[in-house]
């Protein structure tokens, strides 16, 4: 167990709509990242906040936007949802902005029909 | 900006032998190379990681090396076994306002 919590396991549903994951991260983690993979695809970055504020932005769609909130933990809003969208999305942690061990949780895997 | 590039993309070694997997990185003010191995439906989890003023690390079966002149880093896995076929990932921060640049992944497929 990593210590990040990614809800919900599992999502499905319809094209058009609106969803949102959670993250939380390890306790003491100001650091969130956010990533997609695709089918047997590598990781996609998508944005990374550190305490509360975006500190960057990698290939994220204009129609997903995150957040992170005063208790650290993090949100990825995922709009106007495409066939396409069906991914495994990540969240990891770690401790702040230096190099230090990136920790994931077990994703969200939305399947979009 | 940065870029990773990994090689191969897929690799098919016996039991008990090597695997090598290689990664090369565009950025010279690099100076963190952490390795993750992801199994099949789960998360990728750090296996092994060196900064760029150490040239080579090991830990058992695992070893990092890295050539900051080339601009590369290989991860070594000795005696392979059925466990650890995966996908494996390399990257590469430049440590402050730390964001891992991703390699594609390679695929280690262990044949027994």
């Known amino acids: 167990d990593s210590g990040v919590t990614q809800t919900p396991k599992h999502l499905i549903t319809a094209t058009g709509q609106r969803v949102t994951l959670r993250c939380s991260p390890r306790?003491?983690?100001?650091?969130v990242y956010w990533y997609q993979q695709s089918l047997d695809q590598g990781l996609q970055f998508l944005i990374h906040y550190y305490n509360g504020e975006e500190r960057a932005k990698g290939n994220i769609l204009e129609r997903f936007s995150a957040q992170q909130f005063p208790d650290l933990h993090s949100e990825l809003n995922l709009s106007s949802l495409e066939l396409g969208d069906s991914a495994l999305y990540f969240c990891?942690?770690?401790?702040?902005?230096?190099?230090?061990?990136?920790?994931f949780g077990q994703g969200t895997r939305l399947t979009v029909v | 900006g940065e870029n990773v590039e990994q090689h191969p993309s897929t690799l098919s070694v016996q039991e008990g032998d090597s695997a090598v997997i290689k990664c090369t990185y565009s950025?010279?003010?690099?100076?963190?190379f952490p390795w993750y191995k992801q199994e099949l439906g789960k998360r990728p989890q750090l296996i092994i990681d060196?900064?760029?003023n150490v040239g080579e690390k090991k830990d058992q079966r695992i070893a990092v090396t890295l050539n900051k002149t080339a601009k590369h880093f290989s991860l070594h896995i000795t005696e392979t076994q059925p466990e650890d076929s995966a996908v494996y990932f390399c990257a590469a921060s430049k440590g402050s306002n730390y964001q891992l640049i991703w390699g594609a992944g390679t695929k280690l497929i262990i044949k027994p």
């Open positions: 306790s003491g983690d100001l650091s």
């Open positions: 990891a942690s770690s401790a702040g902005l230096q190099d230090t061990e990136a920790f």
């Open positions: 060196i900064r760029s």
């Open positions: 950025d010279s003010a690099s100076n963190y």
